[in-house]
């Protein structure tokens, strides 16, 4: 059983989506730590109601320290012997070398269609485009932000009353849905575009 690791740092509806999948008996993987950046992050509670291992690793205790923040990760990823490590709304950027370790052994889940709408505000730029369709992906981690290897995405139509809101609300339900089903794609070794919508 790949012993996995979910980085987060906020509310964990993804952190929870895949803790609910990896609960069935069938899944190949099991989650043995969940990581935030924030003590506050409201995710670490409900990994804790479920019984889940929890750590911090406070990013303000680095201040202009990405390489030290990096360490600290590290050193907590390999106490738990962890193989494999989904970022569920992680929401800090990794040195090269962290991604460099991880490579191949890294996803993230992105609300948006990639390669549209990299960084932050992703459902107010696809409004202010006019995207007539939106979405997330799931993505392998690599050195360059929300660049790496498309492995899964989820599409819905935009309406024409939709605001950055809604669409968040629409899209976050579809990444529920994606991103544990990409995990078990990859894990099983198979590397090929998931569509969903
Ligand atoms: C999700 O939309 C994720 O794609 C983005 O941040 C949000 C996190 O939500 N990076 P949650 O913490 O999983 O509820």
Known sequence: MTRIAILISGSGSNMAALLDDMAGPDHPARPVLVLSNRPEAAGVTKAQARGIPTEVVDHRKFPKDRKGFDAALQAVLTRYAVEFVCLAGFMRIFTPDFVTAWSGRMLNIHPSLLPRHKGLETHAKALAAGDRDHGCTVHAVTPDLDSGPILGQARLTVHA??????????VLELEHRLYPAVLRRVLAGDHSLLELS
């Open 161 to 170: 009353d939709d605001t950055a809101q809604s669409l968040a609300a629409r």
